[in-house]
């Protein structure tokens, strides 16, 4: 798999471009909303994601599987519920405000998906 700050390859050649997956991190850090692709995407519809999908994103469908399986915290994905729940959150800008000890944050370790709590 290729990583960067600008792309989102996995090993069999599917990826994510630098604009999705811009939006992608700042829906998982801010609770953005994101378009209707991708909320088909989050919400783990597939058949609405493939009619949503342009033709770069229906190609590369499995990638975007596959980020939010393995990447993305699970609390953001997997329903419509956790959806628009994440956007009210604001996500992890959010989950930080509600924290009840300022001393620690939470942050989003893309490598695995996991939300870690660090010393401020």
Same mark, same amino acid.
């Given at each position: $798999?290729?990583?960067?700050?600008?792309?989102? $390859?996995?090993?069999?050649?599917? $990826?994510?471009?630098?604009?999705?997956?811009?939006? !992608?991190? @700042?829906?998982?850090?801010?609770?953005?909303?994101?378009?209707?692709?991708?909320? &088909?995407? !989050? *919400?783990?519809?597939? #058949?609405? &994601?493939?009619?949503? &999908?342009?033709?770069?994103? !229906?190609?590369?469908?499995? *990638?975007? *599987?596959?980020?939010?399986?393995?990447? &993305?915290?699970?609390?953001?994905?997997?329903?419509?519920? @956790?959806?628009? *729940?994440?956007?009210?959150?604001?996500?992890?800008?959010?989950?930080?405000?509600?924290?009840?000890?300022?001393?620690?944050?939470?942050?989003?370790?893309?490598?695995?998906?996991? !939300?870690?709590?660090?010393? #401020?």
């Amino acid at each position: $798999m290729i990583e960067n700050s600008k792309i989102f $390859m996995t090993d069999n050649g599917f $990826m994510i471009s630098e604009h999705m997956l811009e939006s !992608i991190r @700042a829906y998982i850090t801010k609770g953005c909303p994101v378009g209707s692709f991708l909320q &088909a995407v !989050i *919400a783990n519809e597939l #058949t609405e &994601a493939c009619l949503r &999908a342009d033709d770069v994103n !229906i190609r590369n469908l499995p *990638a975007f *599987a596959w980020f939010f399986y393995d990447r &993305a915290p699970r609390q953001c994905w997997g329903s419509r519920e @956790a959806y628009k *729940a994440w956007v009210e959150l604001r996500g992890l800008e959010g989950l930080n405000k509600q924290n009840p000890n300022p001393e620690y944050e939470s942050i989003w370790n893309e490598s695995d998906g996991s !939300i870690v709590r660090r010393k #401020t």
